[in-house]
């Protein structure tokens, strides 16, 4: 017999929690060092509600006018927003004034709009640098080569606090390049933080490539398929 929604979202979410702590286990990591980003973009305000009501708090949204309605249909629930889609700056200000989190900046510009337009009333907005760790012409990202003086002028602005690195590496079914690729995003990390950078987040890790994530590090892992299902097309404009 099939389940009603809610229920699914539910046990596909104890599941994934059960495999996550496994693989900590397997690879001699602390069961409480991976967060679950549950990647709800293109899934509507009722799949986030029942996985706030499950216990999920933290969610990721790609799409900024998808993502501020939901933010308003969901207004009284106590969630933490994650924006980690690429980023215009025409839409900083509205980023800057509702989420807590962005995983996908890359760009100095953005970052000194998002410093500027963050209100002094909000705590700082915690950012990830997202890298393109495969050198993909058609991903974004910062090239690793300009990370550290990215890094160090990221810290130097106001109302932001770097947090770490975020990755997206090119697909494959393989692990040991999964695992090579995360491990070099990794490394980068491990420069940043003997550079004197107080990180914590290394934010990789997507529904096929978990396992080898967590066996390089990972700390916070971004799932949908896995939590919701498949999506539909992604909408045409934002």
Known sequence: MT??????LCQRRQELLERISEWCDQYGRGRDCVRLLAVSKQFPADDIQTLAGCGQSAFGESYLKEALDKLDMLSGLNLEWHFIGPMQSNKTRRIAERFAWVQSLDRLKVAQRLAEQRPAELPPLNVCLQVNISGEASKSGTDPADLPGLAAAVTGLPQLRLRGLMAIPAPTIQFGEQRRAFARLRDLYDSLVTAGHDLDTLSMGMSNDLEAAIAEGGTLVRV???????????PAAD
């Open 3 to 8: 389940l009603p929604r809610d229920q699914q």
């Open 224 to 234: 949908g398929t896995a939590l919701f299902g498949q999506r539909a097309a992604a």
